[in-house]
């Protein structure tokens, strides 16, 4: 679970590149509260950037990437970049769509699912639900984007910021292991890092007292007045086939992605109704 950072939004990040041949557009990839810094996202983008390219069948250097893992600075360069593709969370795509022309493009299918939950672990016997954390330390790699949690996740029933005492870890499992010696009362974690726990010898010693409804995998994302249908049926079919494709299969199986989907309508209006009442 050490730097678990969702590999398919890098992988998206290097296949989401524009028809246009020049100037090479940039592809922003926002993931708030992830353990990968720029750095190491930088090298791992470009470790695999002539295989997509070739695969895309794109020229080298059409585009350029972005990564951030601070929901702050997304902001900042969805706002200063314009991009024309962007992955995001699904927090940063609610929060921003209507600013910056956002339209979802395509989901990655994972185990199964385009979807997701979050839970709330806490040691067996420990405690009964959440009105019993109340107060109590809550860790986990995911606790930036404290209104997609209110929202969203606990779909209104609480603030975090106030229900808890947050105690927010780059790393999911540094997490666990504290809740395991008893350090944290209880940990955050999604449905990758919550697939991830059978792994880990404590793993027995843990039960969720919160699981949420399914939540929208959040994948590409258009700005609908940078692009036209064209260009974003393109990508779409390229996404598709990869995991078709000899070399691309290889990628997809790399990051556990098994396809990618165009977006269904209607897939986000629950996630967009909760986010709406939240504001009011």
């Not at 922003?28 to 470009?46: S, W």
């Not at 493009?105 to 954390?133: C, H, N, S, W």
């Amino acid at each position: 679970m050490k730097n678990v950072v969702a590999p398919w939004l890098v992988f998206l990040a290097l296949l989401a590149a524009p028809s246009r041949a020049l100037p090479a557009q940039p592809i922003l990839v926002c993931y708030p509260g992830g353990p990968v810094d720029a750095t190491e996202a930088g090298n791992a983008l470009g470790s695999m950037l002539r295989v997509v390219e070739r695969v895309g069948q794109w020229k080298s250097g059409t585009f350029e990437s972005a990564f951030t893992s601070r929901a702050d600075e997304c902001r900042k360069l969805l706002a200063e970049r314009k991009p024309a593709f962007a992955i995001t969370s699904l927090g940063l795509y609610l929060e921003l769509a209507a600013r910056h022309h956002l339209v979802p493009v395509v989901q990655p299918r994972i185990k199964g699912q385009t979807a997701e939950r979050y839970r709330v672990m806490v040691k067996k016997g420990a405690f009964a639900d959440l009105a019993a954390l109340k107060g109590k330390s809550l860790g986990g790699s995911v606790l930036e984007e404290t209104e997609f949690l209110r929202r969203i996740v606990f779909a209104g029933s609480l603030d975090p910021a106030k229900h808890f005492s947050l105690k927010p870890s780059r790393q999911a499992l540094r997490s666990l292991r504290a809740l395991a010696k008893g350090e944290l009362d209880a940990v955050l974690v999604n449905q990758q890092q919550f697939d991830a726990l059978g792994g880990l010898p404590f793993a027995k010693d843990l039960e969720a007292v919160f699981t949420s409804e399914a939540i929208p995998l959040m994948g590409l994302v258009a700005d609908e007045k940078a692009t036209n249908a064209s260009e974003r049926e393109r990508l779409t079919r390229a996404l598709q086939g990869m995991c078709q494709d000899a070399e691309g299969k290889k990628l997809c199986e790399l990051f556990g992605v098994e396809s990618f989907e165009p977006v269904k309508a209607g897939t986000f209006d629950t996630a967009r109704t909760l986010w709406e009442a939240g504001s009011k």
